[in-house]
Antibody, heavy 119, light 110 residues
Framework: QVTLRESGPALVKPTQTLTLTCTFS??????????VSWIRQAPGKAPEWLAR???????YYRTSLKTGLIISKDASKNQVVLTMTNMDPVDTATYYC???????????WGRGTMVTVSS | QSALTQPASVSGSPGRSITISCSGT?????????VSWYQQHPGKAPKLIIY???KRPSGVSNRFSGSKSGTTASLTISGLQSEDEADYYC??????????FGGGTKVTVL
C-alpha cells in the first residue's frame, strides 16, 4: 500500500524559508519511472503544481513563482524535501506530496499539511 | 487566474449524466494528450479519476469517462449519485508552467 505523509511547520513568518518533508512508503524513488511532486492548494482555490523530482534526480519547477523552490530526495530514507525561500502571505496553503502516475498524472496524494504565512 | 477554464458549477439529478468542460490552449490541452481529472470532497485530498484524457485508474467507477476535442477536454459522469457531489479539477501538461490546473467545478446532485 502506497502512503505519503507531509510534515513541516504550520506557521512561518514572511521572508522566512519553509522546509517540508514528504515521507513515503510502498514504493522506491530508486525505481525507474518513479516521481514525486509537490502541489499546493490555497483555501477555496484550485491546486497548483510546484515541483517534481524523478528517480534519476531530474527536477522540474514552476517557474512563475516569486518564492524560490528547491526539491531534493533521500531515496534511502524514502523522503522528498521541498524548500521554499522568501515566503509570502500568498503562499498560505495546504501543501500536498504526491506520487506521480505514468509521469504526468498525480496518482496518490498525501493528506496534506496546512501552512500559514503570517507575522 | 487558472490556466484552464472550467464552469464554476454543474448540477444534475440522480441517475442522469453531466459533462464538465475544461478549456485550454494550443500550449496545453491542444498539444498534449495528458489531461487528467481529480475529484475532491470537502476537507480531503484530491483523487485521480481520469488520466491521459480517457483512462481510468484501477478502482475508479466506469461511470466516469473523459474525452478531448481540440483545446477542450471533458469529463462525463453518468448515472449521477449523491457521492459524486464534490469539486472536480482538470489538469494538463503545458509548455511553460509544466502542469496547470483548471479553476474547478462544483458538482451538485439535485
Amino acid at each position: 500500500q502506497v502512503t505519503l505523509r507531509e510534515s513541516g511547520p504550520a506557521l512561518v513568518k514572511p521572508t522566512q524559508t519553509l522546509t517540508l518533508t514528504c515521507t513515503f512508503s510502498g514504493f522506491s524513488l530508486n525505481t525507474v519511472g518513479e516521481c514525486v511532486s509537490w502541489i499546493r492548494q490555497a483555501p477555496g482555490k484550485a491546486p497548483e503544481w510546484l515541483a517534481r523530482i524523478d528517480w534519476d534526480d531530474d527536477k522540474y519547477y514552476r517557474t512563475s513563482l516569486k518564492t524560490g523552490l528547491i526539491i531534493s530526495k533521500d531515496a534511502s530514507k524514502n523522503q522528498v524535501v521541498l524548500t521554499m525561500t522568501n515566503m509570502d502571505p500568498v503562499d498560505t496553503a495546504t501543501y500536498y506530496c504526491v506520487r506521480n502516475m505514468k509521469l504526468h498524472a498525480f496518482g496518490i496524494w498525501g493528506r496534506g499539511t496546512m501552512v500559514t504565512v503570517s507575522s | 487566474q487558472s490556466a484552464l477554464t472550467q464552469p464554476a458549477s454543474v448540477s444534475g439529478s440522480p441517475g442522469r449524466s453531466i459533462t464538465i468542460s475544461c478549456s485550454g490552449t494550443n500550449s496545453d490541452v491542444g498539444t498534449y494528450d495528458l489531461v487528467s481529472w481529480y475529484q475532491q470532497h470537502p476537507g480531503k485530498a484530491p483523487k485521480l479519476i481520469i488520466y491521459e484524457v480517457s483512462k481510468r485508474p484501477s478502482g475508479v467507477s466506469n461511470r466516469f469517462s473523459g474525452s478531448k476535442s481540440g483545446t477542450t477536454a471533458s469529463l462525463t459522469i453518468s448515472g449521477l449519485q449523491s457521492e459524486d457531489e464534490a469539486d472536480y479539477y482538470c489538469c494538463s501538461l503545458a509548455d511553460s508552467n509544466l502542469w496547470v490546473f483548471g479553476g474547478g467545478t462544483k458538482v451538485t446532485v439535485l
